[in-house]
């Protein structure tokens, strides 16, 4: 125990210090021609979406590439005043959970859909790593379509990887716990006996609805990344384990023990076969599906109680157990679908599992005992090689779709290039410092658009100009179509990335929405012309249909509001005119502003509370009379008997008695 403890010190030290001491032949690494190759002119399009994640932000960003000009930051899982997600009434119900309205969580990966195993450009999947999620971007509007919750998990880490024609996305659990279903009331320590592992296979119909199909329950172990099969592997997933000592406390050290971990290897052709014939236990769970509705600019949340559960105690013939030295980490298939690599964080190799020869070790048993009720399957009857000497910290691997795989290397702050078939390390680069994820454009995918690998790096230390303690997380781009990589661009995220993908913008952008149709709007308080305009109390509530159109407000002008109303704002943009969003603020109002689309309804519930006239106006730069877009509501004591007004373009007159006020 001792010496794995002076292990994990030695690699810290020399991680510690690659970073302190910045390379003196910096200026070496970048190569003259590097700008050109990043450069895309003023007005003109990058060749690449590139979709990345945003960590602890919760959001997902999108950059242009080679560029690295940021496009947008899509809200996700984390509320956003910017865009009024979580805030507007519509939004609020895509944060329910079962624990109620969550405000934030950990986006780690995101996941292009694919047919055939090639990106077809519908959607991006992103997970919630904190209070287990999983969304569904729709890439016609780029906006968060469906988030779905995840019973019987904890630290949805390997997560949201899909099959091949995106039948299902898989989630699998980091943090093993006591099911929803049982009292989980239990000492920490019986983590062997009471925690297990569970695997949502979550189905996604054609048009991308999301729901659990079915749950494989495992051995208690941190599951930590995935990836499905595909061609000749297709019907199978792959899940990297660590912690399989089952340890509940100080993990750095009692889950780095055993020399070797697994890679679980998941039938899941064969677990659907078993789910639908009724071999699975319905169990009773907690969850909710949220939807947004882009006819009724609406989301609904819908309450889910049943999910139905494999065990791998009963079912032995859905999982199987590869050994993979040690604490493995990143899981990734290449583009054949024949090999699988796994990136033990620990381990001072790579090994590169065969998909045939591990066909073969199942159906000859060549197994090497059981684990948990799995059988383990002989390292070396599945391996197909081992990459020697690659360096230290492996952790993701990214293939190019010419017979490369691209391996990061946190410790040893490089990427590495070696061939799939012999094996052979081809060539290496710093990255700046202590890389996490890689992405090439559809980089684990069936088919790879190659030329382009970017590194997503946890450290920057001294890349860009300091901003106090909190330095900028950031990217690397390398232009990878020649034999050596080459380094030609850094720039900031937002947020930490980890996984990022990538894809032709020729995928995506002639499908973007420009508008919303103002006559297909379906929403229940919709206004679709001024003349509907109206203000409506029902009891203490009060209704504004208000519209938006450069440049007023229709009304601009409200009296009758009372303290202890609530007062909710139905903006519609009238605008059928592509980039003309009107904002929404009101003063001293307890939430974030609208940021309405053209044709789009959205609400902001407002409870004033005082007494006198509050303005508002439009927030979003929208024509030369922006800052006439501008209106007035008045509100009065509770007891007051103002009757509702409201007018756009006439002077309200004042009720007799009130001139002097
Ligand atoms: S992680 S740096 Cu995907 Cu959360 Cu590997
Ligand atoms: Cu509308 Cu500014």
Redesign the pocket.
Known sequence: MKNKFFLLLALAVVSVSYLACKPKSLTNAVSGDAAAKAYVAPGQYDQFYNFVSGGFSGQLSVYGLPSGRLLRVIPVFSVDPEKGWGYSEETKPMLNTSHGFVPWDDL??TELSQTNGEVDGRWVFGNA?NTPRVARIDLSTFRTAEIIELPNSAGN?SSPFITENTEYVVAGTRFSVPADNVNGDVPINTYKQNFKGHLSFISVDTAGHMDIAFQIRCPGVNFD?SHAGKGPSHGWFFFSCYNTEQANTLLEVNASQKDKDFIMAVNWKKAEEYAKAGKGTKVPVNYTINRYDDKTHSSTSISKKEVIVLDTKELTDICYMMPCPKSP??CDVDPSGEFIVGSGKLAALIPVFSFTKMQNAINNKEFDGVYEGINVIKYESALHGEVAKPGLGP??TEFDGNGNAYTSF?VSSEVVKWNIKDLKVLDRASTYYSV??LCVPGGDSRKPFGRYLIAYN?ITKDRYLPTGPELAQSAQLYDISGDKMQMILDFPTIGEP??AQACPAELIKDKSVKIFKIEENGHAFATKGEKDARVVREGNKVHIYITSIRSHFAPDNIEGVKLGDEVYWHVTNLEQDWDVPHGFAVKGATNAELLIMPGETQTLKWVPNKVGISPFYCTDFCSALHQEMQGYIRVSPANSNIPLKWSLGEAVPPPSGEEKM
Request: aromatic share 14%; proline share 0%.
């Open positions: 780690h990966h790593n880490h990344l980490h990143g952790l993701h946190f996490g994820h946890k980890h996984y």
